[in-house]
């Protein structure tokens, strides 16, 4: 037998690794010194006190007999369901019970799902993106097609610039039909960029023109504080063409306790097959469910205490976003995000990223990511994370004004 | 674009919602009767003590910035896996830390580990078996074949059965090579047989032979007390050969808590290619890890205290399998398992299994599983569950003995 040969076609990714090797050699050469790590993904706040006793409740409820839960529905506790579903009519979206699936959330969702379409489908990535959208398709078979972003498009490409790359693609011979699936991650992950509505809308019609399906990741949509989609079914026609991801990990600090959605309409069909009904027979067939303790947990954030306490947190994130852009603002730097997202994304001084990471440890303690490792357009750019403590986000921010005002003549 | 057309190919299960509209018509025309329910797969005792006590601390790690876990490793938290490696050295297995990956559960990992192996492998499937075995083979476009076992050989197939299913498939045009992958689930869902290390070291020499990876499901390893294999690992071979497929749904009451373990040795290698970096891979680009929360319980699992406790809830178990064996016994009734697995799979009196499980209901109010619901090859056979509470399985035994005593000369 031969194993799944796709993995060979996938390309190491050294960029948190060459992160932490350039990190640790400049520790082991300064010990004790502090850095202020601008650059992680991951939350730094606690879950709020609404979930906390949710999950104590749960747990109570697994050490007796009477309130003991077994197996969970495949697709997820009916009340949380009915709490996400009632969640999107507060964003003017109306969707059937059935059509909400509870997830282990948004990165196992976002791999899985490709199960619907088999491989030999062609994918449109626009980048710069999360890193784990190409290697899912590589493995399992599909054709990658990156769509690239930057300044001139504030990093937000149109269906034109996808129509470029695809007819790119088709003349180095690397693909014949497609598009067959589209990824949109607003707002996005690195760049914090936002669709508008009007955009995002020449998204849904070309996919429909096309036949294809788009996979919104909506993870940050909690983070939008202008008037911007949270959802793209706030888009006329979406529910035709998208299945939506999303995820509590950055909104409500559930990155190591693991809960997400996903919407399918019954109304997104292609070749005759409905995908929803296609999403329940996988979900029967290869999952026995979200844990009830989570899911337990994950009720409260839907209750109005739950809602107050989370966006408490996400206020703290905020702030950090302003702290930080408010520097890039002065010293004239040009970035995208910040405000209706958890990252931003600065044009770095200099051009090269790599360089530019390595005088910010250096000079300044300041760890960021290299925009290289988001895809080759992130080149000569630098994200900045909000989720830090707002104190390193603070000596983080002076020190990168210190350090940059007078080569920017401020 | 066209989504996965395999998914036409699935056959619809009818098994539990024909049980469920039988039992429901009988209720609606019987109200208020009790009924016997020993068809359930899922544990009705709560989880042991120390796992609850685990569990409330992780919440409270959760709950304060100090001990917060945001993202945890992907292949699982290193405490747990080296709590699973030394658990496998009880056993006389050696493992690296490294071959151990902490999952969601056996049955998410049954469905996710054919991403290794990628379309149009043959898969045998020694039947009566768990349907998903079969729906996930489908989805993924592998071809299945059905190795049927039966009463000859005590429902443990021998590697001459599936030599004779694979020519048959192959004289049918059904499939040209294989066999690629070979499932094994001992002691077995739904017949309760367990393959002793002989019979196993038939299938792992054969596979080995055959250049094929069994998928060896030991999620009924708990149940075992005879000098009978709980790993395939305990095998001469296997780390060559075999992925082991492990839960604590059944072994510590997790079905609604969800946690399980997959091995992968790191000699494990075909065409070249080794599995173990390649689930790696798979894990960190398709997962960020199972809960924290859940991790943290799951230690308990493996703690002195924690193994004394499951095992006291499973001696509850084993004991209903008693009562109940110990009945069939009496009334000379053929069956296997109860004894080192939590099923009984008897040879129906009568023959028909829907006609028994029709009978059961209507005459005393027992309700079972038609062996038929697990293959073709499950006819005339039915499941009882030892997962029951010990009073229920006490009235069911007593009922079936005053039921089928006469006609069976008692």
């Known amino acids: 037998m031969t194993p799944n040969t796709n993995y060979q076609k996938l390309k190491e990714s050294y960029l948190f690794h060459h992160i932490a090797q350039k990190t640790g050699k400049y520790l082991e050469e300064n010990p004790g010194t502090k850095l202020y790590r601008m650059g992680i993904g991951d939350v730094s706040l606690p879950l709020a006190p609404a979930v906390i006793t949710a999950l104590h409740e749960a747990v109570d409820d697994q050490a007796k007999k009477a309130t003991f839960h077994g197996y969970?529905?495949?697709v997820g506790d009916p009340e949380l369901r009915e709490l996400i579903r009632a969640f999107y009519g507060t964003r003017g979206v109306a969707l059937d019970l059935d059509e909400v699936f509870v997830s282990s959330g948004a990165s196992d969702e976002l791999g899985d799902i490709l199960d619907l379409f088999g491989p030999g489908q062609v994918s449109m990535i626009m980048e710069p993106a999360y890193p784990a959208y190409v290697d899912a398709?590589?493995?399992?078979?599909?054709?990658?097609?990156?769509?690239?972003?930057?300044k001139e498009n504030g990093f937000l490409p149109v269906p034109a610039d996808g129509e470029k790359a695809l007819a790119e693609a088709r003349a180095a011979g690397e693909i014949s039909?497609?598009?067959?699936?589209?990824?949109?991650?607003?707002?996005?992950?690195?760049?914090g960029a936002v669709f508008t509505k009007e955009k995002l809308t020449a998204w849904v019609d070309w996919a429909k023109e096309k036949d294809a399906v788009i996979i919104f990741d909506a993870a940050y949509e909690a983070f939008i504080e202008e008037d911007l989609p949270h959802s793209i079914y706030e888009i006329p026609g979406a529910k035709?063409?998208?299945?939506?991801?999303?995820?509590?990990?950055?909104?409500?600090?559930?990155?190591?306790?693991?809960?997400?959605?996903t919407v399918i309409p019954k109304t997104l069909v292609r070749a005759g097959l409905a995908l929803n009904p296609m999403w329940v027979r996988n979900?029967?067939?290869?999952?026995?469910?979200?844990?009830?303790?989570?899911?337990?947990?994950?009720?409260?954030?839907?209750?109005?205490?739950?809602?107050?306490?989370i966006h408490q947190n996400i206020?703290?994130?905020?702030?950090?976003?302003?702290?930080?852009?408010?520097?890039?603002?002065?010293?004239?730097?040009?970035?995208?995000?910040?405000?209706?997202?958890?990252?931003?994304?600065?044009?770095?001084?200099?051009?090269?990223?790599?360089?530019?990471?390595?005088?910010?440890?250096?000079?300044?303690?300041?760890?960021?990511?290299p925009g290289e490792g988001f895809g080759a357009c992130g080149e000569g750019y630098f994200r900045f994370?909000?989720?830090?403590?707002?104190?390193?986000?603070?000596?983080?921010?002076?020190?990168l004004w210190l350090l940059l005002k007078e080569e920017l003549g401020k």
Chains 1, 2 share one sequence.
Request: proline residues 5%; neutral net charge; charged residues 20%.
């Open 72 to 74: 969970m529905p495949e």
């Open 137 to 150: 398709n590589i493995m399992t078979g599909n054709s990658v097609v990156h769509v690239p972003a930057g």
């Open 177 to 191: 039909g497609g598009p067959d699936l589209i990824y949109i991650c607003s707002p996005n992950n690195p760049t």
């Open 240 to 261: 035709e063409c998208a299945v939506e991801i999303c995820s509590l990990s950055k909104t409500a600090g559930f990155t190591g306790t693991r809960l997400g959605y």
């Open 283 to 309: 979900r029967t067939t290869k999952t026995n469910g979200v844990s009830y303790i989570i899911q337990k947990g994950a009720r409260a954030v839907f209750t109005d205490e739950g809602q107050k306490q």
């Open 315 to 369: 206020a703290v994130y905020k702030e950090n976003g302003r702290v930080l852009t408010e520097t890039f603002d002065r010293l004239g730097i040009w970035y995208t995000g910040g405000k209706n997202a958890p990252y931003i994304w600065i044009q770095c001084p200099g051009g090269d990223s790599w360089a530019f990471f390595d005088r910010l440890l250096h000079e300044v303690q300041v760890v960021g990511t």
């Open 385 to 399: 994370s909000c989720f830090g403590s707002p104190e390193d986000t603070r000596v983080a921010a002076d020190r």
